[in-house]
């Protein structure tokens, strides 16, 4: 059965189609009904193309078209991602390509195949020198980057067609970009740090002849999938060689509208054009919470603007997941937000869930109640096949909760973003952590200065290139250091080459202060907060195609907080962080919605991968002011992105809804998240 706002949709006569459904409004539901109405009306000559942006949602809602209920259209139906349907015309249009997805692959292929490239720019070939596999894997993630935000190596002839697309971008909100591809520039030496707003000039032109090289090798990126079958669309329309027949879509259906980004957007028009298609785009701009990776909400805001085209907008505006004081709460929030499409959402339950804001002295109480109120869940005789989420706003608050659990041996399957336990950054810590515990002690200088080595190799962004590591330990080995704290203070005396120039020794000198910082901690609290603010080089599995733009919270901040109540005792905690570690071996991907291990009643996931989910319960963790919103949150665009995000995660509960908050975090006072009084909840403070 339809409600009457699904029917006003699926039966709509309008050509193209903007559909608003908010959280929990049935949009999958509707979305096939509209396609098998369609079937009827045109006597079964009608073929569609549902374009969903997951393999987990294109897996679902091709499930619920094999079922009886939409038999008719299921041959008529092509469900797929944007990247597989590129790849599809890739594969049919290049002799023999090669996808490269390892960080090997694509490494090799920068040094090897586009050499004769770069090799033509005295700084790019220069940061090659010094940090060959660093600078590949840097560079072809800032080909993609640029290929994501629209830029075009063929049409866009020289640098003014660029500055044209960057003042787009402007435009939109995306303009920001480009100093995050000119700070990487920077970091790996390609560009110097004083000419970085020249950043983008240098790089274009060889981005340019990069990208084509590649091609014409037939070596191609994931984002290549979109990119060069783009291309490929763009090339068949020019020479007029449109699909007919079985080969033409009359229907393009896109979901998650609100989270795509200028090359999805240029690939779905071109994917129109050469079909002549109907298009139906649908999303909530309210749920659009992926902007840092360079999707924004305007496009679904202005669709008549982005498309050229007239389109008539429908609103599901029934909520069928949550009870209805979730739906007044949640709405009450968002409404706070001035760039959206205002909505009246209608909770169809009549029933209320159990809201809670509880409260506790500082952060390692709140820890302690939260895995308190696991205990009990997982516990009760009648869970049956209900669940309980962990909803945080950064990964790295949920590394003490898979500590604790792990302790008490209750299984949990965590989001594959939060990888943390088998990362380098995890491995990286328990080196540093095992260091620290004989920095005092007197070893053979060899051992020590492979240490002290180490440690330096994580103290900025990068580790060390070889010439600097052979020059440092030449300088120590002079020095013959019995212990790591006598081989920082001989550091402090290195002249050579460290990171650059090191002009009168100043960078030695920063490098043995954050050495001896870390070094000198005297409880395991102290060392873990030490290594989040003196070692950025940790940072680096936390790149920003895995989170979003405000990750630069140190990774172990929370761990610190956690691991006070260890005092000095080192060898427990590595103890209790490697079990926690035994925990996730096995875990498995989002994408692999069928492995056993999501049926356990446990998830610990961040907000941004909460969303498209619903369980039981959920506990979202830490809502304080400088978690939710992100204390990196400063424009009123940003903010009104963080609401977005913890509106997300409210939506997500069916019949309790928790929220945890500290007086304290750390030594500091915390306030409630402002988004609890726009919510209208504080009055539920326990």
């Not at 002849?209 to 037939?218: E, G, H, P, V």
């Not at 979003?548 to 260890?566: E, K, N």
């Amino acid at each position: 059965m339809l409600d009457e706002f699904q029917q006003d949709f699926c039966q709509s006569e309008s050509d193209n189609i903007r559909l608003l459904a908010p959280a929990g409004s049935g949009k999958t539901h509707s979305l096939l009904h509209r396609c098998q109405q369609r079937y009827t009306e045109t006597d079964g000559k009608s073929r569609f193309l549902i374009v969903t942006f997951t393999r987990a949602a294109k897996d679902e809602l091709q499930a619920r078209l094999n079922s009886q209920d939409f038999a008719p259209i299921a041959s008529s139906t092509d469900v797929t991602t944007l990247n597989s349907w590129g790849w599809r015309r890739v594969r049919d249009r290049h002799h023999s390509p090669r996808l490269i997805t390892k960080t090997t692959d694509r490494s090799f292929a920068v040094q090897n195949s586009l050499q004769p490239i770069w090799s033509k720019s005295k700084k790019i070939e220069a940061a090659f020198k010094k940090q060959r596999f660093v600078a590949g894997k840097v560079i072809l993630n800032l080909m993609d980057q640029v290929k994501n935000l629209g830029f075009d190596h063929i049409k866009m002839k020289d640098l003014t067609d660029a500055e044209t697309h960057i003042r787009a971008l402007e435009d939109v909100g995306l303009g920001r970009f480009l100093p995050q591809i000119a700070q990487e520039l920077v970091e790996i030496g390609a560009i110097d740090r004083d000419k970085a707003k020249d950043a983008f000039a240098v790089f274009f032109p060889f981005w340019k002849k990069a990208t084509k090289a590649l091609i014409d090798q037939s070596i191609f990126t994931l984002e290549d999938q979109k990119y060069v079958a783009l291309r490929d669309i763009e090339e068949q329309i020019a020479d007029e060689r449109l699909p007919s027949g079985g080969s033409k879509y009359s229907d393009i259906l896109i979901d998650e509208f609100q989270d795509i980004g200028p090359l999805d957007l240029q690939l779905i028009r071109a994917i129109a054009r050469l079909h002549r298609a109907r298009i139906v785009i649908v999303g909530d701009d309210d749920q659009a919470i992926f902007e840092w990776r360079g999707a924004t909400p305007n496009y679904i805001l202005l669709p008549d603007k982005w498309f050229g085209q007239k389109f008539s907008t429908y609103v599901l505006e029934k909520n069928y997941r949550c009870p209805r004081n979730i739906v007044t709460a949640s709405d009450r929030l968002i409404r706070n937000n001035r760039h959206r499409h205002v909505k009246n959402v209608i909770p169809v339950s009549t029933e209320d869930a159990e809201i809670l804001l509880i409260e506790n002295e500082d952060f390692t109480d709140s820890i302690d109640h939260v895995v308190s109120e696991v205990e009990h869940f997982v516990h009760r005789k009648d869970i049956g096949r209900e669940r309980i989420a962990l909803v945080s706003r950064k990964r790295a608050q949920l590394i003490p909760y898979q500590i604790m659990l792990a302790q008490k041996d209750i299984p949990f399957c965590a989001a594959e973003d939060l990888q943390v336990f088998l990362s380098e950054a995890f491995d990286s810590l328990v080196d540093l952590l095992t260091i620290r515990m004989t920095a005092d002690d007197r070893r053979f200088s060899r051992k020590v200065i492979d240490d002290v080595l180490r440690l330096c190799s994580q103290v900025k962004r990068y580790p060390l290139s070889k010439s600097d590591q052979a020059s440092v330990r030449s300088h120590l080995t002079g020095a013959k250091p019995r212990s790591v704290i006598e081989a920082i203070e001989a550091l402090e005396h290195y002249r050579g080459p460290l990171k650059g120039e090191n002009k009168d020794g100043q960078m030695s000198l920063s490098f043995a202060d954050a050495l001896r910082e870390y070094c000198e901690s005297e409880t395991v609290s102290e060392a873990v907060e030490a290594i989040s603010d003196c070692f950025s080089g940790l940072q680096k599995d936390y790149g920003k195609a895995e989170e979003d733009i405000f990750y630069s919270d140190p990774p172990f901040h929370y761990l610190a907080r956690y691991a006070d109540r260890y005092n000095d005792d080192f060898e427990q905690f590595l103890d209790d962080i490697e079990a926690a570690a035994d925990t996730l071996s096995n875990a498995p991907s989002e994408e692999d919605a069928k492995n056993p291990v999501w049926e356990r009643p446990v998830h610990l996931m961040t907000a941004l991968r909460a969303k498209g989910k619903e369980f039981h319960t959920v506990v979202i963790l830490d809502t304080n002011e400088g978690i939710w919103p992100s204390k990196q949150a400063e424009t009123a665009e940003q903010i009104e992105g963080e609401r977005r995000i913890f509106y997300v995660a409210m939506t997500r509960a069916k019949r309790r809804l928790l929220f945890t908050l500290s007086k304290k975090i750390g030594s500091s006072i915390a306030s409630p998240s402002p988004f609890l009084a726009e919510s209208g909840l504080l009055r539920t403070l326990v």
